[in-house]
C-alpha cells in the first residue's frame, strides 16, 4: 500500500519478535498502514538509517499511586510514571489496582481511573489486586470486572494484610477458571518470612542488608513450588511473578516440562543487582529493598537462562518507587529501626528496556528478536492485548520505539525522568538507548525531549488471556 501517510519511518530495520527485515513504516491514522519499500509521501519522514525500528515497549508489572502503609507515599502519580516509561522506550504499562480492606473492587477500580485520567503518556491497563477473597468478591466483582476488561490479577503469599492463605487461593484460582482471568502470583513464604524476621529483630541484625537475609531462596523456592501444585489441582494456568533465583526457576521449568501451564517473569534487579548492594553505610541499602530480594551470581546466570530458553516468557520492571531521601519514603522513622518498616520496592519502568538491550543483546545473551518478544510482544499475547499492541504490523497501533544500538551512556537517574530521587542501577554502563518513542502514531519522547502532551495516553480495556481461554473452556 501506498500513498499519503501521517509518517514514513524510512531507512530504518523493523524488528519483531519473529524476524527483522530493512523496511519503511507508513503510518496513518495511529495504526501502522504498510510496510516496505517506497512507500509514497507523508507529512513527516523520519530518517531512521542505521537505527532499529521496534515495537514499543509493554511493562506488564509496575506499580503507581498504590497505597503503601501508614505515612508512605509512592514516589510515582500516573503522570510522573507514564513519562518515565516513554523516556525508556515503553509504550504500555499496566499497573495494578489495589484492593483495601473492606472496599468494594469496584469502586477502587473507579477511584484509579480518577487518578490516571488526563495524565498519562502512554497508554495503561489495569489487573487487579485481590486481598479480601470473600463471597461477593469471588461470586459477584471479580467476573463482573473481566467481563468488562479486566482480566487479570494478582495474589499474594506474602505481605501482612495481603498475603492469601492456601484455601483462599484456591479459591481464587477456581474463580478464575470459571470467568477466564489470568492468576499472577507472588511467590513467596510468609509465615516463614515472619520467623525470620523476628529472629533477626531478637537478635539486633535491623538494617536494610537482613531484609535479603529474612527472605532467603528457599521461601521463594517453597511457595513457587506450592503455587504450582495450587495451580494443577484447579487445572488454571498462573503467571509467577518477579522470579529471583535458580531454585524458583527450576520448579517452574519441572512444571513446564511436565506440561503444566506455568507462565513465569523475571526482572532486571535480578540481572545486574546482588544482595551486596543492600550493605551499604547507614540506610544506603534501602534503596535496593524489594522482594523478593537481588540474590547471588549464579542467581543472575539462572535469569539469563531462563530468559534464553523461554522459561521466563515476560521481562517486567516491578515498578514500585518511592523517594530515597524522604521521610515518606525509604528514610521513614520506623524504616530506621528494622528492614521491616523499609517500602518495599524500586523504580525502573525507564530502565527496564535499556538494561536487557545491553546487557543482552548487545552482550550477546540474546537476539533482537527475542528482546521484542520479551519485552512486547510476549505481553500483549499473555495479557489479551495483542496483536493491537505488541508487533509492528499493518493494523496494529503504531507504538514504536526507534533504538540507536550503537549509543552509549553511563546510567543516571537524569535519563529516567521519574518521580523518584534515584535510580537503583546508577553508573551502569549502556549501550543501546531509545532515541524516539511513539504512542498511537503521535511522538511522545524525541532526542530526549518530551514533546508529548500528558493525556494522549489512553486506557485498554482486554481481552481475555489465550492461556485463560482454554483453562474456561476446559472447565
Same mark, same amino acid.
Given at each position: 500500500?501506498?500513498?499519503?501517510?501521517?509518517?514514513?519511518?524510512?531507512?530504518? &530495520?523493523?524488528? &519483531?519478535?519473529?524476524?527483522?527485515?530493512?523496511?519503511?513504516?507508513?503510518?496513518?491514522?495511529?495504526?501502522?498502514?504498510?510496510?516496505?519499500?517506497?512507500?509514497?509521501?507523508?507529512?513527516?519522514?523520519?530518517?531512521?538509517?542505521?537505527?532499529?525500528?521496534?515495537?514499543?515497549?509493554?511493562? !506488564? %508489572?509496575?506499580?503507581? !499511586?498504590?497505597?503503601?502503609?501508614?505515612?508512605?507515599?509512592?514516589?510515582?502519580?500516573?503522570?510522573?510514571? $507514564?513519562?518515565?516509561?516513554?523516556?525508556? #522506550?515503553?509504550?504500555?504499562?499496566?499497573?495494578?489496582?489495589?484492593?483495601?480492606?473492606?472496599?468494594?473492587? @469496584?469502586?477502587?477500580?473507579?477511584?484509579?481511573?480518577?487518578?490516571?485520567?488526563?495524565?498519562?503518556?502512554?497508554?495503561?491497563?489495569?489487573?487487579?489486586?485481590?486481598?479480601?477473597? !470473600?463471597?461477593?468478591?469471588?461470586?459477584?466483582?471479580?467476573?463482573?470486572?473481566?467481563?468488562?476488561?479486566?482480566?487479570?490479577?494478582?495474589?499474594?503469599?506474602?505481605?501482612?494484610?495481603?498475603?492469601?492463605?492456601?484455601?483462599?487461593?484456591?479459591?481464587?484460582?477456581?474463580?478464575?477458571?470459571?470467568?477466564?482471568?489470568?492468576?499472577?502470583?507472588?511467590?513467596?513464604?510468609?509465615?516463614?518470612? +515472619?520467623?525470620? /524476621?523476628?529472629?533477626?529483630?531478637?537478635?539486633?541484625?535491623?538494617?536494610?542488608?537482613?531484609?535479603?537475609?529474612?527472605?532467603?531462596?528457599?521461601?521463594?523456592?517453597?511457595? /513457587?513450588?506450592?503455587?504450582?501444585?495450587?495451580?494443577?489441582?484447579?487445572?488454571?494456568?498462573?503467571?509467577?511473578?518477579?522470579?529471583?533465583?535458580?531454585?524458583?526457576?527450576?520448579?517452574?521449568?519441572?512444571?513446564?516440562?511436565?506440561?503444566?501451564?506455568?507462565?513465569?517473569? /523475571?526482572?532486571?534487579?535480578?540481572?545486574?543487582?546482588?544482595?551486596?548492594?543492600?550493605?551499604?553505610?547507614?540506610?544506603?541499602?534501602?534503596?535496593?529493598?524489594?522482594?523478593?530480594?537481588? +540474590?547471588? +551470581?549464579?542467581?543472575?546466570?539462572?535469569?539469563?537462562?531462563?530468559? @534464553?530458553?523461554?522459561?521466563?516468557?515476560?521481562?517486567?520492571?516491578?515498578?514500585?518507587?518511592?523517594?530515597?531521601?524522604?521521610?515518606?519514603?525509604?528514610?521513614?522513622?520506623?524504616?530506621?529501626?528494622?528492614?521491616?518498616?523499609?517500602?518495599?520496592?524500586?523504580?525502573?519502568?525507564?530502565?527496564?528496556?535499556?538494561?536487557?538491550?545491553?546487557?543482552?543483546?548487545?552482550?550477546?545473551?540474546?537476539?533482537?528478536?527475542?528482546?521484542?518478544?520479551?519485552?512486547?510482544?510476549?505481553?500483549?499475547? $499473555?495479557?489479551?492485548?495483542?496483536?493491537?499492541?505488541?508487533?509492528?504490523?499493518?493494523? !496494529?497501533?503504531?507504538?514504536?520505539?526507534?533504538?540507536?544500538?550503537?549509543?552509549?551512556?553511563?546510567?543516571?537517574?537524569?535519563?529516567?525522568?521519574?518521580?523518584?530521587?534515584?535510580?537503583?542501577?546508577? #553508573?551502569?554502563?549502556? $549501550?543501546?538507548?531509545?532515541?524516539?518513542?511513539?504512542?498511537? #502514531?503521535?511522538?511522545?519522547?524525541?532526542?530526549? @525531549?518530551?514533546?508529548?502532551?500528558? #493525556? %494522549?495516553?489512553?486506557?485498554?480495556?482486554?481481552?481475555?488471556?489465550?492461556?485463560?481461554?482454554?483453562?474456561?473452556?476446559?472447565?
Amino acid at each position: 500500500m501506498t500513498g499519503h501517510f501521517d509518517t514514513i519511518i524510512r531507512g530504518g &530495520t523493523v524488528v &519483531t519478535a519473529g524476524d527483522s527485515v530493512r523496511c519503511d513504516v507508513g503510518i496513518r491514522d495511529g495504526k501502522v498502514a504498510a510496510l516496505g519499500i517506497d512507500l509514497g509521501t507523508a507529512d513527516r519522514v523520519i530518517d531512521a538509517a542505521g537505527k532499529l525500528v521496534m515495537p514499543g515497549g509493554i511493562d !506488564s %508489572h509496575v506499580h503507581i !499511586s498504590q497505597p503503601s502503609g501508614e505515612g508512605i507515599v509512592m514516589a510515582d502519580d500516573f503522570e510522573s510514571a $507514564t513519562r518515565s516509561a516513554a523516556f525508556g #522506550g515503553t509504550t504500555t504499562v499496566m499497573p495494578f489496582v489495589m484492593q483495601e480492606k473492606g472496599v468494594p473492587l @469496584r469502586s477502587t477500580v473507579e477511584a484509579y481511573h480518577k487518578l490516571a485520567a488526563g495524565e498519562c503518556h502512554v497508554d495503561t491497563s489495569f489487573h487487579l489486586i485481590v486481598s479480601e477473597p !470473600s463471597e461477593a468478591v469471588l461470586g459477584q466483582e471479580l467476573p463482573a470486572l473481566v467481563e468488562d476488561g479486566y482480566t487479570s490479577f494478582k495474589i499474594f503469599m506474602t505481605y501482612e494484610g495481603l498475603a492469601l492463605n492456601d484455601r483462599e487461593i484456591l479459591e481464587v484460582l477456581d474463580t478464575a477458571r470459571g470467568c477466564g482471568a489470568l492468576v499472577m502470583v507472588h511467590c513467596e513464604s510468609y509465615d516463614a518470612i +515472619r520467623y525470620m /524476621t523476628e529472629k533477626l529483630e531478637r537478635e539486633g541484625r535491623t538494617a536494610p542488608k537482613y531484609h535479603a537475609t529474612s527472605r532467603p531462596k528457599l521461601v521463594e523456592r517453597e511457595a /513457587t513450588h506450592r503455587a504450582i501444585a495450587h495451580a494443577e489441582l484447579v487445572d488454571v494456568p498462573i503467571m509467577i511473578v518477579h522470579v529471583s533465583n535458580r531454585e524458583a526457576m527450576e520448579q517452574i521449568r519441572w512444571a513446564q516440562q511436565k506440561g503444566l501451564n506455568i507462565l513465569a517473569e /523475571t526482572c532486571p534487579q535480578y540481572l545486574v543487582l546482588t544482595e551486596a548492594d543492600l550493605d551499604g553505610l547507614g540506610m544506603e541499602g534501602a534503596k535496593y529493598v524489594c522482594s523478593p530480594p537481588p +540474590r547471588d +551470581r549464579d542467581s543472575q546466570d539462572a535469569c539469563w537462562e531462563g530468559l @534464553r530458553t523461554g522459561v521466563f516468557g515476560v521481562f517486567s520492571s516491578d515498578h514500585c518507587p518511592f523517594r530515597y531521601e524522604d521521610e515518606k519514603g525509604k528514610q521513614n522513622p520506623k524504616g530506621r529501626t528494622s528492614f521491616r518498616w523499609v517500602p518495599n520496592g524500586m523504580p525502573g519502568v525507564g530502565a527496564r528496556l535499556a538494561i536487557l538491550f545491553s546487557e543482552g543483546v548487545m552482550k550477546g545473551r540474546l537476539t533482537p528478536e527475542q528482546f521484542v518478544a520479551l519485552t512486547a510482544t510476549n505481553h500483549a499475547r $499473555t495479557y489479551g492485548l495483542y496483536p493491537r499492541k505488541g508487533t509492528i504490523a499493518v493494523g !496494529s497501533d503504531a507504538d514504536i520505539a526507534i533504538w540507536d544500538p550503537e549509543r552509549k551512556l553511563v546510567l543516571s537517574h537524569d535519563h529516567l525522568r521519574d518521580g523518584s530521587d534515584y535510580t537503583p542501577y546508577e #553508573g551502569l554502563d549502556i $549501550t543501546g538507548w531509545p532515541i524516539l518513542t511513539m504512542v498511537r #502514531g503521535r511522538t511522545v519522547v524525541e532526542d530526549g @525531549r518530551l514533546v508529548g502532551e500528558k #493525556g %494522549h495516553g489512553t486506557y485498554l480495556p482486554r481481552d481475555r488471556s489465550p492461556y485463560a481461554v482454554q483453562a474456561k473452556a476446559e472447565a
